[in-house]
């Protein structure tokens, strides 16, 4: 999975993407959850049957303000952390399959509203069954698609569940055309990694993101 993240407020947990009921260990129906703590590590809770491992990346210290390109892989085996395309911390093993997941994705917030994103996430990609990186790589300059990557990877437009927080409205571009609600105190705004505040904007070129509040209990929702 990846997006871009620009956040507003490490002094709590940032709730990126989920999909996940609390505490996952109760049942087989929890799949993953990503989120950045306050000392800006990023973590990623990966469910497999009723067991729910935690995978804990630490790296250079994340600014507030400040757009980062996020990307979670797995590759052979081991679970790769991408920031700005370079590897963030030490890869972790992890063989075990992932449980398919029978929640609704939420992005910007956990199911019990717990962990609120604070600030705004943009281009949310899911792929499924392929690995879009394998190594350093340099960002996209332009909205993600289903079928390329800046890896050297061609994706299968199959692979890719979902694909949103791009556009001026709320989409799933990915196969699945998922339908994405907000829920709460959320905003699509015409600010994106691909542009300055001050430049002149065109959201045919430069796309959208999702600003969460923090400070209220506001999530995107698949149906």
Same mark, same amino acid.
């Given at each position: 999975?990846?997006?871009?993240v620009?956040?507003k407020?490490?002094?709590?947990? /940032?709730m990126?993407? !989920?999909?996940?009921?609390?505490?996952?260990n109760? /049942?087989?129906?929890?799949?993953?959850?990503?989120?950045?703590?306050?000392?800006?590590?990023?973590?990623?809770?990966l469910?497999s049957?009723? !067991?729910?491992?935690?995978?804990?990346?630490n790296g250079?210290a994340?600014?507030?303000?400040?757009? @980062?390109?996020?990307?979670?892989?797995?590759y052979?085996? /081991?679970i790769y952390c991408y920031?700005?395309?370079?590897?963030y911390g030490?890869?972790?093993a992890y063989?075990?399959?992932?449980n &398919?997941g029978?929640?609704?994705?939420?992005?910007?917030?956990? /199911?019990?509203? &717990?962990?609120?994103?604070?600030?705004?996430?943009?281009n949310?990609?899911?792929?499924?069954?392929q690995?879009? @990186? !394998?190594s350093?790589f340099t960002?996209?300059?332009?909205?993600?698609?289903?079928t !390329?990557s800046?890896?050297?990877?061609t994706l299968?437009a199959q692979?890719v569940s979902?694909l949103?927080?791009?556009?001026?409205?709320?989409?799933d571009n990915?196969?699945?055309?998922?339908?994405l609600n907000s829920?709460?105190?959320?905003s699509i705004l015409?600010h994106?990694?691909?542009n300055s505040?001050?430049?002149?904007?065109d959201?045919?070129l @430069?796309?959208s993101?999702?600003?969460?509040?923090?400070?209220k209990?506001?999530y995107?929702?698949?149906?």
């Amino acid at each position: 999975m990846e997006c871009w993240v620009n956040v507003k407020d490490f002094s709590s947990n /940032n709730m990126v993407a !989920t999909r996940y009921n609390s505490p996952a260990n109760t /049942n087989s129906n929890s799949q993953f959850q990503l989120s950045i703590n306050s000392a800006t590590q990023i973590i990623a809770n990966l469910c497999s049957g009723t !067991t729910e491992s935690s995978a804990i990346f630490n790296g250079s210290a994340l600014s507030v303000n400040t757009w @980062y390109h996020l990307a979670l892989v797995r590759y052979s085996n /081991n679970i790769y952390c991408y920031v700005n395309g370079q590897v963030y911390g030490t890869p972790v093993a992890y063989s075990s399959t992932l449980n &398919d997941g029978i929640y609704n994705f939420l992005l910007g917030n956990r /199911n019990n509203g &717990d962990l609120k994103f604070s600030g705004y996430i943009s281009n949310f990609r899911l792929i499924n069954g392929q690995a879009a @990186y !394998t190594s350093t790589f340099t960002p996209s300059t332009s909205s993600l698609s289903i079928t !390329t990557s800046t890896g050297g990877v061609t994706l299968s437009a199959q692979k890719v569940s979902l694909l949103g927080l791009q556009d001026n409205v709320c989409n799933d571009n990915g196969i699945n055309k998922l339908s994405l609600n907000s829920v709460g105190t959320v905003s699509i705004l015409p600010h994106s990694p691909f542009n300055s505040l001050s430049a002149s904007y065109d959201s045919n070129l @430069y796309g959208s993101s999702i600003y969460f509040d923090g400070s209220k209990a506001g999530y995107i929702k698949s149906a």
